[in-house]
């Protein structure tokens, strides 16, 4: 007997994930993604009788409200800490009591907790158990090792979702699995977002995080970093308090730090939350600020506080990680200092000292390479990455002589996992 992997969405990247293994005892769909356009990828499918989620970005997570629509009794996998997340990944407005919130609450609770480093059985899959481990990337991520009993023949085959191998201040890095018993893995599903970035590869994340500290010290006036809400906010967060940075963080975000507050304990007596106007007082007064909105669109927090200090001589602005065209951050980026820009529907003169910090936590090529080679599956199927970057990836595991199976996946294909 054999199992089959379809990618149903995210095969390449920019799509929503939602990856699909199946086997006698049922379908089980790795991460349930959103897009702009939700999750139209759910008409394609039949009903997985589970769905695991990885972590608690949209592009994982989005689509669950529409796939519970089409099939209200799938269960949903996932860790403890995620599954407090998704509240906050879920909810327009909040968690602070905005619209849907209830609805929201229903589904955490429905949620199956899957424990770190240790199997349980799949509901309502025979012979399937699925276990945690962890991922890096941000709070709660994990990485899915599924043992599935087809038939008699024994099969394993490991999910990564993001994940990166380094450390962060609060999150530390994923590894290569190694579990005591049992067979060893016949598939690896891996992500490759980064695998063909030249600058993340040169990445340090230490130094990128020292020089990060150094411009909020060093600079002479009011400081925005604008933050993606679940990730970076707390990493950035927390590095400013330990150097001593007295900050004021966006209050949306302190529901989310909450659930990692045992984590944080001694930085959250330095740390200030505050709502949109007392932000901008503190900016006023010279403060640092860490927002929600890590590409500055308008519409966001950080956008808005930006607003105030982007033509401010004595200010500085931090872009953190991948900025895209046509945002805030992207033109912060593409402009020079003194010079005019388009911001917010008019044209200022960016005044503001421009910071780009490469706080990156997916995996570059360099940990990509030595997580793949480490894992040394059976077949590894790329997904999540550009599909030239995860061609490029696939050469270079050749090159240094790795000898498994690779195949940059392509949505709706079938790959047969175990057998021939
Ligand atoms: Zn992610
Ligand atoms: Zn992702």
């Not at 593409?334 to 936590?361: D, F, P, Y």
Request: charged letters at 25%.
């Amino acid at each position: 007997m054999t199992l089959t992997f379809i990618s149903r969405s995210g095969a390449v990247a920019g799509q929503p994930n939602a990856h699909e293994l199946r086997g006698a005892s049922g379908r089980l769909l790795f991460d349930c993604g959103a897009g702009p356009r939700g999750a139209s990828y759910i008409a394609t499918m039949h009903r997985p009788t589970a769905v695991w989620i990885s972590h608690a970005h949209h592009d994982h997570c989005g689509g669950l409200f529409e796939l519970l629509a089409s099939w209200p009794r799938t269960t949903v996998l996932a860790t403890a800490t995620t599954a407090k997340l998704l509240k906050f990944a879920l909810s327009k407005g909040g968690a602070k009591g905005g619209r849907g919130t209830s609805r929201v609450e229903a589904l955490v609770r429905r949620v199956v907790v899957v424990p770190w480093q240790r199997f349980r059985a799949v509901p309502k899959m025979e012979g399937v158990k699925i276990m945690a481990l962890p991922a890096g990337h941000v709070p709660g991520a994990a990485m899915a090792v599924v043992d599935w009993d087809d038939g008699g023949q024994r099969r394993r085959v490991l999910y990564t979702g993001d994940f990166c191998t380094h450390d962060q201040a609060v999150v530390k890095g994923g590894g290569i699995p190694r579990i005591d018993q049992g067979p060893s893995m016949d598939a690896v599903i891996c992500e490759a977002m980064l695998a063909n970035d030249r600058e993340a590869d040169e990445v340090v994340w230490e130094e990128e995080a020292r020089r990060l500290v150094q411009c909020v010290h060093s600079s002479r006036g009011p400081v925005v970093v604008g933050v993606g809400a679940i990730g970076e906010s707390l990493e950035v967060a927390t590095l400013l308090a330990r150097a001593g940075v007295e900050v004021m963080i966006d209050d949306y975000l302190q529901g989310v730090f909450e659930v990692c507050r045992h984590k944080v304990e001694s930085e959250w007596r330095r740390w200030k939350f505050g709502d949109r106007r007392r932000m901008r007082g503190h900016l006023r007064a010279g403060g640092v600020v860490v927002a929600t909105g890590d590409q500055y669109r308008r519409t966001t927090t950080a956008g808005v506080l930006a607003d105030q200090v982007v033509e401010d001589r004595r200010a500085t602005i931090v872009v953190l990680n991948r900025a895209r065209e046509q945002t805030g951050a992207g033109r912060l980026l593409a402009s020079e200092m003194g010079g005019q820009m388009k911001w917010s529907g008019r044209n200022v003169n960016r005044l503001a000292t421009v910071v780009h910090c490469q706080l990156i936590n997916h995996a570059p090529r360099w940990q990509l390479e030595g997580f793949i080679g480490g894992v040394a599956a059976g077949k590894t199927l790329l997904v999540h990455g550009p599909t030239g970057s995860r061609w490029g990836l696939k050469r270079a595991l050749k090159k240094k002589g790795y000898a498994g199976e690779v195949e940059v996946v392509e949505r709706g294909e079938r790959y047969v996992i175990g057998g021939r």
